[in-house]
Nanobody, 122 residues
């Protein structure tokens, strides 16, 4: 069983930065595609970024501001968020699937963390 645990959320002023972390249990971490999704109050969950092998993909709304990365030795994936905007406020979820492909579709992911709250003040 794969377990994902996010951390690093918090309250930050607009224009600030945060780095989210997701620790992943499991011995074949390098074989997973990792994704970050977010859900704002009253809205559906939306894709933010994903990483598969050496490839990444980003939502247009975060491209150039967010960076997804992975540390295989630490079994962790990160989301570095910069130039944050109030509209980035949401619960951020880490997700994983044991396939090497880039997917923006949350239904493709098998494992999910509990989420971490990010609030960006105006």
């Amino acid at each position: 069983q794969v377990r994902l645990v996010e951390s690093g959320g918090g309250l930050v002023p607009a224009g600030g930065s945060l780095r989210l972390s997701c620790e992943v249990s499991g011995r074949t971490f390098s074989r997973y595609t990792m994704g970050w999704f977010r859900q704002a109050p009253g809205k559906e969950r939306e894709f933010v970024a994903c990483l598969s092998g050496a490839f990444t993909n980003y939502a247009n709304s975060v491209k150039g501001r967010f960076t997804i990365s992975r540390d295989i030795a630490k079994n962790a994936v990160y989301l570095q968020m910069s130039s944050l905007k109030p509209e980035d406020t949401a619960v951020y979820f880490c997700a994983a699937v044991m396939r090497l492909f880039l997917s923006k579709d949350d239904t493709e992911y098998d494992y999910w963390g509990q989420g971490t709250q990010v609030t960006v003040s105006a």
